[in-house]
């Protein structure tokens, strides 16, 4: 079965410009969570999903950034404008279930964004 | 609230030498508890679980036991191998936040 799938892998940009990063959860999940990972913060929760439905987005840095989910197969974390301090891995995980007590998240392999 | 505190790293050890990772939590009841592992460029994927109290988790050699006398979780290896450098984490289902995790260097 396929994982979970991030594009794209590699994003190099300049200050100012917008920035897509897409995700396809593994088919069936029920939940899809964005994450942030820097040397300094380690890997921060952005903002998670159940059925498509934004359940808490307080990881959310600030109003540059936005996540969406319109169907079950796929999400979109935008950036706009973009700024070098956005630099990072981004990363997209889905689970099925209660994650809560299964605990099990299936990562892709990640977005490498960096902004000059 | 509950929580799991994650020895902090970096760890460096020689090839076979013995490991362990601190992982200890608190928290209301028993949760699960769990042990990820990011390799290079990769992203993060579960190494084992344990469920409830008393029970060990084991994958690639590696295990871990749920001891609720000490509310420890830590992550043990006896003899690590070069391909085992990569940054674990230790997590607990109540929570979905990860830290900064544990790099583990092993040298030749």
């Known amino acids: 079965d396929a994982g979970v799938i991030q594009s794209p892998r590699h994003e190099v940009t300049e200050m100012g410009q917008e920035v897509t990063l897409r995700c396809k959860p593994i088919?069936?999940?029920?939940?899809l969570f964005w994450y942030r990972q820097t040397m300094m913060r380690g890997l921060e929760l952005l903002i998670y999903?159940?059925?498509?439905?934004?359940?808490?987005d307080s990881g959310m840095p600030e109003d540059r950034f936005s996540a969406k989910m319109p169907n079950a197969s796929f999400s979109t974390l935008k950036i706009q404008p973009s700024e070098p301090r956005d630099s990072a891995v981004y990363f997209c995980?889905?689970?099925?279930?209660?994650?809560?007590?299964?605990?099990?998240?299936?990562f892709g392999e990640g977005s490498r964004l960096t902004v000059l | 609230g509950n929580s799991v505190t994650q020895m902090e790293g970096p760890v460096t050890l020689s090839e076979e030498a013995f490991l362990t990772i601190n992982c200890t939590y608190t928290?209301?009841?028993?949760?699960?508890l769990f042990w990820y592992v990011q390799y290079p460029g990769e992203g993060l994927q579960l190494l084992l679980k344990?469920?409830?109290?008393?029970d060990k988790g084991s994958n690639k050699g590696f295990e871990a036991t749920y001891r609720k006398e000490t509310t420890s979780f830590h992550l043990e290896k006896g003899s690590v191998q070069v391909s085992d450098s990569a940054v674990y984490f230790c997590?607990?289902?109540?929570?979905?936040?990860f830290g900064q995790g544990t790099r583990l260097t092993i040298n030749p």
């Open positions: 995980a889905s689970s099925l279930g209660r994650v809560w007590t299964t605990g099990e998240l299936f």
């Open positions: 088919s069936g999940h029920d939940y």
């Open positions: 999903f159940n059925n498509n439905v934004p359940i808490d």
């Open positions: 928290a209301t009841g028993y949760p699960s």
């Open positions: 344990a469920t409830k109290a008393d």
């Open positions: 997590q607990g289902a109540q929570k979905l936040v």
